[in-house]
Nanobody, 120 residues
Framework: VQLQASGGGLVQPGGSLRLSCAGS????????IVWFRQAPGKEHEFVAA????????KYGDSVKGRFTISRDNDKNTVYLQMNRMKPEDTAVYLC??????????????WGQGTLVTVSS
């Protein structure tokens, strides 16, 4: 199973961007998709997670109310809609497949990172 993250780019503060995490196939090994981000010189930060079955979602405190995670089962794709973006959202965003419905690790499947830059 491969995860493909895409959709990164340059956006102005206050703007929006949508990231995608597409899976090459459905597998029982992945029960949730999790988005992380890593800014230069900082640790991985949890952004959002969604459960494949119940669509249960959770968010990191820094993105609550601004970001929305969703899924399209037919396309085997998870989206991260990012609104009201701030310069501190600048980071490489990565998606990971969790074997657990609550999105916890360890994570065996990772997509490559997609760079998001928020700047005027």
């Amino acid at each position: 199973v491969q995860l493909q993250a895409s959709g990164g780019g340059l956006v102005q503060p206050g703007g929006s961007l949508r990231l995608s995490c597409a899976g090459s196939e459905r597998t029982l090994d992945i029960n949730a998709i999790v988005w992380f981000r890593q800014a230069p010189g900082k640790e991985h930060e949890f952004v959002a997670a969604i459960n494949w079955f119940e669509s249960t979602t959770k968010y990191g405190d820094s993105v609550k109310g601004r970001f929305t995670i969703s899924r399209d089962n037919d396309k085997n794709t998870v989206y991260l809609q990012m609104n009201r973006m701030k310069p501190e959202d600048t980071a490489v965003y990565l998606c990971a497949g969790s074997p657990f419905r609550d999105g916890s690790g360890p994570y065996e499947y990772w997509g490559q990172g997609t760079l998001v830059t928020v700047s005027s």
